[in-house]
Each structure stands twice: as C-alpha cells, then as structure tokens.
C-alpha cells in the first residue's frame, strides 16, 4: 500500500518538475532566440558593416546562425533537462518515502499495537471460558472447587482490569495536555518507596537532597513507580534496589539500579515499545506482565521533554536514568 502511494506521490512530484522545467525552458528558448536574431540584426544596421554579397545571401547566412544557435541551444536544453528530471526522479522517491515514512510507521505501530491488544485480551477471556466450560459440564462440583474457580476468574478479571487501565492511561497520554507544577523529587521519591517497600528493606536510597522539577505530581509518581517496581520484580529477592537523584544538562531526575539477569544488547532498543517482552513467551506467571510499563514510562518523559536512558548487559546490573526539567532553569527561562 505504501509502496503503491510512494510511486504515485513520486509522480506527482516528478511531474510537477518536468512541467516547471519545460516552462522555464521554452521561455530561456524563446528569449534566446529572439537576443540571437536581434543581434545578428543590429550588426547588420552597424554603419561600419558592409558586405559584398547579395541580400539574399546575407539573408541566408542570417537564417543558418539563427537556425544552428537554437539548435544548439534546444539540445543543451534538452540534456540539461533529461539530468534534471533523472536527478528529479531520484530526490522526488527520497522526499515521497521520507513523507510517509512516519505515517508508515504509524500505521505499522498501530497494527501491531490491535493486534498484541487483541491477544493479550483474547488469553485470558479463553482461560475464563475454558475454566466456566468445565464447570458446567461436572454437575457433581463441590463447593471448594467452585470457589477456586471463582478465584481464579477473579484474578484472570484482575489482569484485564489493570490492562484495561494501562492503555487507558497510554491513550490519555497521547491526547490530553498535562498540568505542571513546582514539584519535590524527594517527595515524590518518599511517597513511592513507602508504598512499594514498606519494611525498608529492599529499596536503598542515597544523596537524596532537595530538588525540584517543572512536573505533573501524579505522573512522576507513576513513573518512579513503573521503574521501581520493574527492578524490585527482576532481582533476586534478597538483593537491594538503589535509588539516587541525578542532575545533568539543566535538568534534575533520578537513578534507579537493580541486579540480575541484566537485559542483552539486542533487546535494549525494544524495552520501551509497547507489548514487547524480551521473554517471546505469552504465558502468566509471577514477572510476567503485559509489556506496557516501561512503555507508559517512556510516554510520561516524553511528554515532559526529559530524558530516559537505560544501561543494561547480561548478568550485570541494569540501571534506568530519569532526567526531567528544572524548576529553576525553566523559571529562569520563562523570565527571560
């Protein structure tokens, strides 16, 4: 489809080319032609110009310069005009596939995006119904047995629920312009950590000093929130996950440092896209999400014009940089 729209759009731009050139070049044509023969006229009214030959020979003579120098001024045309439209064809493909590439690419992340939609709902919509089947079937189903049935649809309605949310907030995201304030990493970073690590023991903060970001509270929130406990889930249990602020290029965020099994070079550059797991397997379990955080995080830094990087390799520790824009440096830049 995009190949079919890149080679009409490559023919209009051509098209467009060879009728300007072939406008500007019968109007060269003309203008030349007709400086030709005013010349040629006016040596013939010079007072100096005399000539032994008859008028009709002269005449003649005029006619053949004239004839000769628009031939040879329509042939420089001509291969001035052929290398144009070549090298008009080649930049005329160029600028079509560069004007819809990210429409290509938008439509191509859109596609994959409905369908790892539909399978991920389709899963656990099949193991509800597989589940409610077999139920039906045994009339003689104890009571026991129902609840743990009911228990585990409960949980299977859970992960829907929360998947439902995720791509609400992704799809928020994308459409709505968010409030930004004056707000306390500190803060912020306090409020997370009791939450995810109520006894203390798995989350080690350091150089938590004061530091403020132009920021929407709820979503710096959010994406602490992602990052930590996307590394207090992909460490071992008995290790720490370190938390430490960072000031760099004007702007002020935060580390986040866990070990592990580390993520490999081939898969870093696909983390942040939606639905992408570097574990291809579709099925639960304890560390098995959807593939939407660290998406969603990436989302949250884009719309605040920060910075996320990641640093990762096998068995070695993996550390996510947030950096997001001072207060002070956009309170200074607004005054000035």
Same mark, same amino acid.
């Given at each position: 489809?995009?190949?079919?729209?890149?080679?009409?759009?490559?023919?209009?731009?051509?098209?467009?080319?060879?009728?300007?050139?072939?406008?500007?070049?019968?109007?060269?044509?003309?203008?030349?032609?007709?400086?030709? =023969?005013?010349?040629? %006229?006016? *040596?013939?009214?010079?007072?100096?110009?005399?000539?032994?030959?008859?008028?009709?020979?002269?005449?003649?003579?005029?006619?053949?310069?004239?004839?000769?120098?628009?031939? @040879?001024?329509? =042939?420089?045309?001509?291969?001035?005009?052929?290398?144009?439209?070549?090298?008009?064809?080649? !930049?005329?493909?160029?600028?079509?596939?560069?004007?819809?590439?990210?429409?290509?690419?938008?439509?191509?992340?859109?596609?994959? #995006?409905?369908?790892?939609?539909?399978?991920?709902?389709?899963?656990?919509?099949?193991?509800?119904?597989?589940?409610?089947?077999?139920?039906?079937?045994?009339?003689?189903?104890?009571?026991?047995?129902?609840?743990?049935?009911?228990?585990? @649809?409960?949980?299977?309605?859970?992960?829907?629920?929360?998947?439902?949310?995720?791509?609400?907030?992704?799809?928020?995201?994308?459409?709505?312009?968010?409030?930004?304030?004056?707000?306390?990493? %500190?803060?912020?970073?306090?409020?997370?950590?009791?939450?995810? %690590?109520?006894? !203390?023991?798995?989350?080690?903060?350091? @150089?938590?000093?004061?530091?403020?970001? #132009?920021?929407? =509270?709820?979503?710096?929130?959010?994406?602490?929130?992602?990052?930590?406990?996307?590394?207090?889930?992909?460490?071992?249990?008995?290790?720490?996950?370190?938390?430490?602020?960072?000031?760099?290029?004007?702007?002020?965020?935060?580390?986040?440092?866990?070990? !592990?099994? /580390?993520?490999?070079?081939?898969?870093?550059?696909?983390?942040?896209?939606?639905?992408?797991?570097?574990?291809?397997?579709?099925? =639960?379990?304890?560390?098995?999400?959807? /593939?939407? /955080?660290?998406? *969603?995080?990436?989302?949250?830094?884009?719309?605040? !014009?920060?910075?996320?990087?990641?640093?990762?390799?096998?068995?070695?520790?993996?550390?996510?940089?947030?950096?997001?824009?001072?207060?002070?440096?956009?309170?200074?830049?607004?005054?000035?």
């Amino acid at each position: 489809m995009f190949e079919s729209a890149t080679l009409k759009l490559t023919t209009w731009y051509l098209a467009i080319l060879i009728a300007i050139s072939l406008i500007f070049s019968i109007i060269i044509y003309s203008i030349a032609s007709t400086e030709v =023969g005013a010349r040629l %006229d006016y *040596l013939q009214a010079r007072p100096d110009f005399s000539f032994n030959n008859s008028q009709a020979l002269y005449k003649r003579m005029r006619d053949n310069q004239v004839h000769e120098a628009q031939d @040879n001024l329509l =042939g420089s045309l001509l291969i001035t005009n052929i290398c144009i439209w070549i090298a008009g064809g080649i !930049g005329s493909y160029y600028l079509a596939r560069r004007t819809l590439r990210p429409i290509e690419e938008a439509h191509e992340a859109q596609s994959r #995006f409905t369908s790892d939609a539909s399978h991920e709902l389709r899963t656990p919509l099949a193991s509800m119904k597989t589940e409610l089947e077999v139920a039906l079937r045994d009339s003689a189903l104890a009571k026991g047995e129902m609840r743990e049935l009911l228990e585990s @649809n409960l949980e299977e309605v859970d992960k829907l629920t929360k998947l439902s949310q995720t791509l609400l907030q992704l799809s928020r995201l994308d459409h709505e312009n968010i409030e930004r304030k004056r707000i306390a990493l %500190d803060e912020v970073i306090t409020s997370v950590v009791n939450r995810l %690590d109520k006894k !203390g023991e798995r989350i080690q903060i350091s @150089n938590k000093d004061s530091s403020y970001v #132009f920021a929407n =509270g709820s979503n710096v929130e959010e994406l602490l929130t992602i990052l930590l406990d996307n590394a207090l889930k992909y460490s071992p249990i008995e290790s720490t996950v370190s938390l430490s602020l960072t000031h760099q290029k004007g702007m002020s965020g935060f580390a986040v440092t866990n070990t !592990g099994k /580390g993520i490999p070079a081939a898969v870093l550059p696909h983390i942040f896209d939606r639905f992408y797991r570097a574990d291809s397997s579709r099925t =639960g379990g304890e560390k098995k999400g959807y /593939g939407l /955080g660290l998406s *969603l995080a990436k989302k949250i830094v884009e719309l605040h !014009g920060g910075e996320l990087t990641v640093s990762s390799a096998p068995n070695r520790e993996t550390t996510f940089r947030v950096l997001l824009p001072n207060f002070t440096q956009v309170k200074a830049k607004n005054q000035n």
